[in-house]
């Protein structure tokens, strides 16, 4: 099954300092959160 969100982390984004990647990862997971809400009409 394909991955339906618009973006997803790969390892290849990654800039291998570790507290940079941690919030790269963490944003990943805000886009993907807003996503998932708007299509469920949350927002």
Do not use: C, K
Not at 3 to 17: A, C, G, K, M
Not at 31 to 43: D, K, V
């Amino acid at each position: 099954m394909p991955d339906r969100h618009l973006f997803t982390w790969r390892p290849e984004y990654s800039v291998h300092i570790d507290a940079i990647d941690r919030q790269h990862q963490a944003l990943v997971a805000m886009i993907r959160e807003l996503q998932e809400a708007m299509e469920e009409g949350r927002i």
